[in-house]
Structure formats: structure tokens, C-alpha cells
């Protein structure tokens, strides 16, 4: 059976189920709708982090151990930077820089990130769709203690320590879907809220005026997967955030954020004794390893959630 699925996602979490749902569907229409809140210009050149995390795993370029990047990189570049008197707590490698090189040309033609994206994605041999969520400039900021911070100053240069007060999308309420964004969301059969930061990855798409109506009105399956496993995040700040903005740290409270945008959550099997709390906010409940340890962990999540269109 050919499905059309859609992923809102980003960060590692969404990447990693991006792929999985890639090789689960051979043939198939996946189109993965990517943050872009975390977008920054280093060393004179445009950065799409989360775009390029889900480009390059989707492509078998991804770093796996460290969850960014290229495999096998190399720095020649950055050291060089350095020795020229550059700030480098961003660590760009060589063959990533050739990403951000060529994109940043492309945009200074004039073409829209939609367009630059989709021909690096070809060049890498994606099949997938990948569209960043909006061609327009939206930056995420983070209120903390020590003040507002840009996204990258927060999470690379902090090291996310800083406890998250608020958050805002500057230039989100200007901001258009990009081409193809509204009509994957509407049409498609699957539509997957990735285990992404809910708050990082996830809001900065749905914020985007047009995005969150185009959830609520699809006539797909909806389904969120829970970034928080046993009281944890597999990866990165999602249970420090939960906790700061006074929400539950656990898949339930993953639960109550996305109840009114999904029909189903799918939490992990360590999750299993919250179910009945999650049924009572009105969702489904599919409990199963959501721990995508290697391609063949990705692909049998993705396939989970893939079955859930025919039920």
C-alpha cells in the first residue's frame, strides 16, 4: 500500500525518524516539513542546522555519535579560522561548510530556501521532500535568567545550560508556509509530530501563521511520538524546558501539549503505566520501543507508525 506521509520535525529526534520512515516506504510520498527557528549566519554564511541534520541523515551522511554533522569530517577550515582570529565555538567541518558555501550563493541569487534546499537535497540523492517549514526569516530566542539569547548562543555556545523562561519566534507572525508546506499537511494520510523538542523544534513549525490551522483541518491519521522516555529526554534540553515552564516531565506531559493537534500518542514502553492518563486527555495510545538505536531501529518505529494508518 502507497501512503503520502508528513513529518513536522527537527533536531536529531526528527532526523532519525525521518529516516526510518524513508526506508519503511520505498517508493513512497514522505515529505518532511523541518524547523528553521534555528538558523544562523557564521563566518559570512547562511546555517540551516536542523534543515541539514535531517538532509544529511536521510542522505547516510549523518554523524551518528554525535547527532550533527558529517561522518568522517575534517576541520582544516575551522583550525584555520581560528588561527585567523575567528570566533569557532561553532564548530563547522569541511565537507559541512560546502554545504553552507554553496547554499549561501544560491540564496544571495535570490533563490528561496525552499528551492536551495531541495537542490542540495537532490545533489545528496534524497528522495524524500525535505522543505524547510517557511522561506521567510524566523529566528528563535530564548528568555533566560542571564536575559535573551539567540538559539545558537543558548544551545552550542551555553551548552543549554541556562534555564529556559520563555521563548519567541522573532519574524514568525510575517512569516509564510513555504510552497508544498500547507498542501503535505492537509493531504497527507500520515502525519507525524517527530520526537523533537517540542518547544525548539516543534512550536517554531507549528507557529508559522497557517501551520498549527493546517494540522487541526488535515484529514490524516495524526500521530506525536514522545521525546521523553522514563522521565527523560533521549536527547538534549526537552526535560529541562518541560520543567522550567512548569510542565510535567514525562510522555504524559509531552501528552497534554500536543492533545488537541493529534489523534494518537505513541510513548515508549517504559511509559507503558501512563496510558490510561494519556487516554483520559482523548488520544490513542500505541506503547512500543521508541528508541531508535541504528537504521533498523528508525525503520521499525517508523513501520509501527506506518500500521497505524490502516487500523
Known amino acids: 500500500m502507497s501512503i503520502s506521509v508528513t513529518v513536522l520535525a527537527g533536531g536529531v529526534g526528527g532526523a532519525r525518524l525521518a529516516h526510518g520512515l524513508a526506508r519503511a516506504l520505498p517508493g513512497g510520498d514522505l515529505t518532511c516539513v523541518v524547523n528553521v527557528g534555528d538558523d544562523t549566519e557564521r563566518h559570512g554564511l547562511h546555517v540551516s542546522p536542523d534543515l541539514d541534520t535531517v538532509m544529511y541523515t536521510l542522505a547516510g551522511l ?8 558529517v561522518t568522517g569530517e575534517s576541520y582544516a577550515v575551522l583550525d584555520q579560522l ?79 545550560a541556562d534555564a529556559v523562561l520563555d521563548l519567541r519566534f522573532d519574524g514568525v507572525e510575517a512569516a509564510r508556509p513555504a510552497p508544498g508546506v500547507l498542501d503535505a499537511v492537509r493531504d497527507a494520510d500520515l502525519l507525524v509530530v517527530a520526537p523533537s523538542n517540542p518547544f525548539l523544534s516543534v512550536e517554531p513549525v507549528l507557529a508559522v501563521p497557517g501551520v498549527r490551522e493546517a494540522v487541526l483541518g488535515s484529514g490524516a491519521r495524526r500521530v506525536a511520538v514522545s521525546p521523553i522516555v522514563g522521565g527523560r529526554a533521549v536527547k538534549g534540553p526537552a526535560a ?60 521499525r518505529l517508523a513501520r509501527d507508525l506506518v500500521g497505524l494508518v490502516a487500523r
Do not use: K
Open 62 to 69: 549523518d554523524d551518528e555519535e554525535r547527532g550533527w554533522g
Open 82 to 160: 581560528a588561527r585567523l582570529g575567528e570566533d569557532t565555538w561553532f564548530t563547522l567541518g569541511d565537507r559541512d561548510l560546502a554545504t553552507h558555501v554553496v547554499r549561501t550563493a544560491r540564496l544571495r541569487q535570490g533563490r528561496p530556501l525552499s528551492e536551495v534546499t531541495a537542490g542540495l537535497a537532490a545533489s545528496l540523492g534524497v528522495d524524500a521532500r525535505l522543505l524547510p517549514v517557511t522561506d521567510d526569516p524566523v529566528r528563535t530566542l530564548v528568555g533566560t535568567p542571564s536575559g535573551t539569547l539567540a538559539f545558537q548562543e543558548y544551545f552550542v555556545r551555553r551548552r543549554h
Open 240 to 299: 529541562q524546558i518541560l520543567e522550567s515552564l512548569g510542565h510535567d516531565v514525562s510522555a504524559l506531559g509531552v501528552a497534554r501539549l500536543y492533545a488537541d493537534l493529534v489523534d494518537v500518542m505513541v510513548i515508549d514502553d517504559a511509559d507503558a503505566a501512563l496510558t490510561a492518563s494519556i487516554t483520559d486527555l482523548g488520544l490513542d495510545v500505541v506503547v512500543t520501543d521508541t528508541i531508535m538505536v541504528g537504521a533498523d531501529g528508525r525503520e
